[in-house]
């Protein structure tokens, strides 16, 4: 999902009209609606506030866009199987788990 179409879905979520979305911005309602129409692009103060001022999980909207940009959350896959190791209660599979998320921390502090 691009960014227009995760913040148009936000917006969406929270019954909000675009104005209220760019309350604290100086940004234009027209360009707004262009940039939730993808022809306009936001600056990354922006965007950051903006969800900031609409109390949207930045965590979850940037799992959400990061995909289609290229970018790959393997952190996210391993939270999800080790949520499934604790719920089976299969300790086995959740050390192994521990491991590999223990690892990918280590590798991504070397970036």
Request: with cysteine; aromatic share 10%; net charge neutral.
């Amino acid at each position: 999902m691009k960014i227009s179409e995760a913040l148009r879905k936000e917006r969406q979520d929270r019954n909000l009209k675009q104005k209220d979305m760019i309350k604290n911005l100086a940004i234009s309602k027209s360009h707004y609606s262009q940039i939730e129409h993808g022809k306009h692009r936001i600056y990354a103060e922006d965007l950051l506030k903006m969800l900031a001022d609409n109390n949207i999980d930045y965590h979850h909207f940037f799992d959400e866009v990061a995909p289609s940009y290229g970018f790959r959350n393997d952190n996210s896959e391993l939270q999800k199987e080790m949520s499934q190791a604790f719920y089976e209660a299969d300790v086995k599979k959740a050390e192994m788990l521990k491991d590999k998320i223990f690892q990918w921390n280590i590798n991504c502090m070397h970036y």
